[in-house]
């Protein structure tokens, strides 16, 4: 892979981390949702979107649930760092907010796996991990 390449692999992960955090802050997944794969997939470790999931239509259904469940509020990252290899980038972050109502810090790491100028692949690793049943 060339400098190029990458760099263009860096641009398109930094577009979509950019639809993200604005998603995340304002509950608007439009830009987002269209940077994803027909075969997008993502892992969720609790219900109602537990194991791994795929398309562009469930992501639609999880990334709004966050927004008017889980973060009504908004959640506002700050980015720390980008690390990346030949298909993805990781974006280290600092997240708060309100997490069901109540106050809500986090170091999170996003990965964003990326094919041309789509997003196919979403995990995110938390550095706290929070469960809650009312997330049911």
């Known amino acids: 892979m060339t ?3 990458n760099s263009e692999l860096i641009a398109t992960a930094q577009k979509a981390y950019n639809y993200f955090s604005h998603g995340l802050a304002t509950g608007s997944w439009t830009d987002f949702l ?10 969720f470790p609790i ?14 259904q999880f990334f709004y649930y966050v927004s008017e469940k889980v973060f009504s509020n908004g959640l506002f990252l700050t980015l720390e ?4 290899n030949e298909t993805t980038v990781v974006f280290e972050v ?6 069901f109502g109540e106050p809500y810090q986090n170091q999170v790491a996003i990965s964003f796996d990326v094919r041309g100028d789509r997003i196919c ?12 049943n ?3």
Request: proline content about 2%.
């Open 3 to 5: 400098d190029s390449d």
């Open 34 to 43: 269209a940077m994803l794969s027909d075969d997008f997939t993502f892992s």
């Open 47 to 60: 219900e109602p979107f537990k194991g791994k999931n795929v398309g562009r239509e469930k992501a639609a």
């Open 81 to 84: 760092r980008i690390t990346s």
């Open 94 to 99: 600092r997240s708060s907010g309100l997490m």
């Open 121 to 132: 692949g979403y995990r995110e690793y938390l550095g706290v991990i929070y469960q809650s």
């Open 134 to 136: 009312r997330a049911k």
